[in-house]
């Protein structure tokens, strides 16, 4: 069977990828063959004819047509003339004779600038004799040199570019007065007024970081590249150098400075948990995590594969973009919530390099980075890099809780005379172990519901990890698992991919990113169950024998699982961008393929309450450690495997109406075909109550489903530096093959989920304050929940499902300002009203005789462990060498499960470090994590929560919850080129 599988995906991948492959190298070859001036600026076509509009309408429609920038000042150019131009076809220098010239506006080109002032401004210059020159240099506020840095003189043809030094010179600038103007992508463009007069003049400027980056383009979008400013999509960048000063412990961490979600990362380097905009439900299931434009897992699962343990943040990330709302669902299947693309070094012209030492000096953690780049020669350029560390844990078990690294480079090709496009080879190797940080027991407090430490163990810097962590057990059938808790999360992933871009001289895009990726993962984890009272007249023993003597207190049942998952994925996005007018559309194609097999099985053992406890045996002395559990829904031993075809085809129209107004329209559909075996079970359970163990045969399951996505967005640019825009969406959130293939699949219960989204909101960036702030709206319907309600038998409980719907109203905001020179804020602000619309379910008649055969309805409530608010304020001073980092993050008070019945209160965590720079290559920083040691909790007890009378807990009583993590401290040392 597995033979026939290999080749089938064989054949399916040679038959999915032959077209695209063909187009790649016919658009190679006809690169190197090409050889048109036209590839030069002022040769650029112009596809947009205008009639009597403005000349800076004009303009702005051809800036947005060619990605050519124009820069001018709209009073010297006299910008509100009329003007008439048949542009289709002709060159921005046809653009400059026939439209420029006669209005007497003179131009110069600056790179891929173009540099336009009047002819009576540049006529009156002349009259003046004596001239001078201006130099200067550019810096930050760190005071490391800029450049590249464009410098002009408003209102003329006076205009450079800073060296690699930072310097600069205007040379033979008449006398006169000025606005001299330095512009560069990523900070805020600065002025001031100079005058030139008697002698050469010195002119410097310090630039200050723009936080929020709203004048940059936005890469991860359907058809071509634009500006934040001008687009309609809700949208958070961060840099390699922010994500270095918030120092994240693990991937997860990286998205709690995004306004809109809700990340938990609790669970330490282990699976984390992300809500996007008040949807239910936890993990990944909303959210599409993508390393370079593809995805790295199907979205939907939530811990078991998690898409946080396929990749991982290292020095290779150059910055990442969040798109929240509803553009995410036609950028790539079944993404209603948002999308993270995670985007790689390249190379350039210039050698580039950082390495990294990084030691956690309160957990023993050791690890290296390291990424390098540059050019091989004019055409090839190349990066390379990845990390490697050996960590003991924040709460330290009796093994290596983190250990292994990863690998990743690339290699590309520059096509055309003048960079008309680029191919691509990228590839990727993982291997990691890492520690899941579990819920354990704390004690309850009330009033406070803070995660309080019992006598005997600590939640908050303790683990219920067993001391004794490799088990060889035999399961009913005669099969062994060998059960190693120290390799947590292991997973290995390697990778190869091809990535193709191209541009037309006649303003065709062409777009082709394929990836072939083979994944192995195990994941062994513990997780406590329910507490147990010492009993007098049982007997209990330690695996060596030792009897325990008159124990007193509680010891617990823990779940020892182990599950293997291989996966193997196919996934090509092909597609073609034309600028037609004022339109760019795009038409494309999505293929993903995801192939896997799984096993997995769970066992029973019971242990101490206190930190690293011994194993316990009950009444026998000899007892094998581990039993088997029952085969019950996803419990016990499961075995089954499944192929996941996901085609796709997607159509968007980008419409630049004048310098103002753009409008944007995507249509996605996605037919989703799943099929595989799931596991027949045959024999008894060693455990009363269960299915079976032993594994008669697999039954192959064929399921086939279409969905699509429409989006409807719209911006309003009312001057250089605001923005307007609004959303509208209609998406989905897909079933994964894993709803069909497991043992208690139903598939005749489960219905469709549809998502409706819309939002508002502005963006504002000038001078030293950014900020962009929305309102949304976001529901889903047939949201798959379940409910444990007590059994007839005293302690038993029913699990029974249904499905609920809800929505939420979510305010968004974030802002930079720079208070004071060198000192920059960013605030940080998610205010959210969730609530089920519908949650019902009729108790089963087996159920507790108090409550059997009655309606119960949790409609209104909030959805589970959503906090209502979510602000955080964040501090950065730079002062020459020396640079200061400060986060506070207040997170809101959740509920513990769906029926609202336990509160988790808020907690405040606070973060900060310093460092100080020898120049621009070596860097020392040391940082502390939860500054305040503060405690609070991420999960509650959800185990039967639904009917828990508050009122009746005592203090001090066992609760189960997930603790944050506890202070933590850091140094690193780093050396940049």
């Known amino acids: 069977m597995k033979n026939k599988r290999t080749k089938a995906l064989l054949l399916f991948i040679m038959k999915s990828t032959v077209l695209p492959l063909f187009l790649i190298l016919t658009m190679v070859f006809t690169s190197f063959a090409n050889n048109v001036s036209g590839q030069l600026v002022l040769k650029k076509t112009i596809q947009v004819s205008i009639a009597n509009q403005t000349l800076k309408e004009a303009i702005g429609r051809i800036q947005h047509q060619t990605g050519v920038s124009f820069i001018y000042s709209s009073a010297a150019i006299q910008a509100q003339r009329k003007v008439t131009f048949s542009g289709n076809g002709k060159t921005i220098e046809q653009f400059i004779t026939e439209v420029l010239a006669p209005l007497q506006v003179k131009t110069k080109v600056i790179d891929n600038k173009i540099l336009l002032f009047s002819d009576a401004e540049g006529a009156a210059v002349q009259q003046v004799r004596a001239s001078y020159n201006i130099t200067g240099v550019v810096k930050n506020v760190k005071g490391e040199s800029l450049q590249r840095v464009t410098v002009s003189l408003e209102n003329t043809a006076y205009a450079t570019m800073t060296d690699g030094a930072g310097k600069y010179t205007l040379a033979g600038v008449p006398e006169g007065e000025y606005t001299i103007v330095f512009t560069y992508v ?141 553009n995410a669902a036609i950028i790539t299947s079944n993404t209603p919530g948002a999308v993270i693309n995670n985007l790689s070094y390249t190379g350039g012209p210039l050698p580039y390099g950082t390495f990294k030492f990084t030691s956690g000096l309160s957990q023993g953690l050791y690890r290296v980075d390291g990424n390098t780049g540059g050019q091989l020669n004019d055409k090839w350029q190349y990066n390379i890099g990845g990390f490697y560390r050996t960590d003991k844990g924040i709460k330290q078990p009796d093994f290596t809780a983190n250990k292994g690294g990863q690998l990743k480079l690339n290699l590309t090709r520059k096509l055309g005379r003048n960079d008309q496009g680029y191919l691509r080879f990228y590839g990727k190797y ?29 939640n908050f810097t303790e683990t219920l ?54 994944s192995k993962m195990t994941a062994n984890s513990s997780m406590i169950t329910a507490p147990q009272t010492f009993k007098t007249g049982v007997n209990y023993y330690y695996m060596n024998g030792t009897q325990l003597q008159n124990p007193t207190g509680y010891y617990t049942a823990q779940q020892i699982s182990t599950t293997q998952r291989n996966d193997k994925q196919v996934i090509d996005y092909l597609d073609f961008t034309k600028k037609a007018g004022i339109h760019n559309i795009t038409i494309g194609t999505g293929l993903y393929l995801y192939d896997f097999t799984s096993e997995a099985a769970t066992f029973t053992a019971s242990t101490e309450i206190k930190d690293k406890p011994s194993i316990i045996l009950v009444n026998n002395a000899s007892a094998a ?10 419990s016990g031993h499961t075995k089954f495997d499944g192929v996941s075809g996901m085609y796709s085809g997607y159509l968007s129209d980008l419409i630049k109406a004048g310098a103002h107004w753009t409008f944007d329209a995507g249509l996605r559909f996605d037919y989703n075909k799943l099929n595989g075996h799931r596991a027949v079970y045959t024999g008894s359970s060693v455990s009363s109550g269960g299915q079976g163990f032993v594994i008669d045969h697999l039954d192959p399951y064929t399921e086939n489903f279409s969905y699509w996505s429409a989006s409807l967005g719209i911006n309003y640019k009312v001057n250089d530096y605001t923005g307007i825009f609004g959303r509208a969406t209609r998406t989905y959130n897909a079933f994964t093959i894993d709803n069909f293939s497991a043992v208690d699949a139903r598939p ?25 702030s929305s309102v949304s709206y976001s529901s889903v319907s047939n949201f798959p929940l379940t409910i444990g309600v007590p059994g007839a038998a005293t302690g038993s409980v029913i699990t029974q499902s249904t499905f ?60 589970e462990r959503l906090p209502k608010t979510n602000l955080q304020l964040s501090a950065t001073y730079d002062y020459k060498g020396f640079n200061l980092y400060a986060n506070a993050a207040a997170i809101g008070s959740r509920w513990s499960t769906n029926a609202n019945t336990y509160r988790l ?73």
């Open 625 to 634: 450690p581990l039993t088997p559990v029952a085969n019950t829904s996803k």
């Open 804 to 863: 609920g719907s809800s929505r939420t109203y979510s305010w968004e905001t974030e802002i930079s300002y720079e208070l004071l020179k060198g000192l920059n804020l960013r605030g940080l602000a998610t205010i959210e009203d969730a609530k089920f619309t519908s949650y019902d379910i009729v108790v089963s008649a087996d159920a507790d005789p108090s409550i059997a055969g009655k309606p119960l309805s949790w409609k209104g409530n909030r959805p």
């Open 905 to 977: 209160d808020g907690y405040t965590e606070v973060n900060a470090g310093a460092g100080y720079s020898f120049g621009k290559k070596l860097e020392l920083r040391a940082w502390v994590n939860n500054l305040l040691n503060a405690r609070g909790l991420t999960e509650g007890n959800v185990r039967g929560e639904q009917f828990i009378d508050v009122n009746t807990l005592k203090e001090g009583q066992l609760m189960i919850g997930r603790a944050i993590l506890p202070r933590s401290l850091w140094a690193s040392i780093s050396f940049s080129f």
């Open 430 to 458: 993982l291997n990691d172990r890492v520690q899941w940080l579990l819920p354990g027991y704390y004690g309850y407090k009330k009033g406070t519901h803070l995660s309080n430490a019992l006598p005997y163990f600590d």
């Open 748 to 772: 005749s219960e489960l219905k469709k989920r549809q998502i409706y989204l819309g939002e508002l909101g502005v963006r504002y960036a000038h001078s030293k304050l950014a900020f962009f």
């Open 465 to 518: 990890m067993p001391n004794t962590y490799q088990f060889n057990v035999k399961v009913p059938g005669d099969q062994t698992f060998n059960i190693d808790l120290s390799d947590g999360f292991y997973t290995k992933i390697a990778y190869g991919g091809m990535l193709f871009h191209y541009k037309t001289n006649n303003n065709w895009t062409i777009n082709n990113n394929f990836r072939y990726q083979s």
């Open 186 to 326: 990523g900070y805020m463009s600065y002025s001031q007024k100079i005058v030139v007069a008697g002698g050469n003049l010195t002119a410097n400027a310090q630039l200050s970081e723009d936080l929020l980056r709203l004048d940059d383009v936005v890469v991860t979008s359907t058809g071509n590249p634009q500006k934040k400013i001008e687009s309609s999509v809700a949208i958070t960048s961060r840099t390699s150098r922010q994500l270095a000063l918030q120092a994240p412990l693990n991937s997860s961490d990286m998205l709690k400075t995004v306004p809109g979600l809700s990340a938990e990362s609790s669970g330490g380097d282990g699976p984390g948990s992300i809500r996007v905009r008040g949807l239910p439900g936890g993990g990944y299931i909303y959210l599409g995590i993508m390393e370079d434009g593809l995805p790295v897992l199907p979205t939907g699962y939530s811990s078991l594969p998690s898409a946080d343990q396929y990749f991982k943040y290292d020095l290779t990330i150059k910055n990442i973009e969040a798109i929240r709302g509803g």
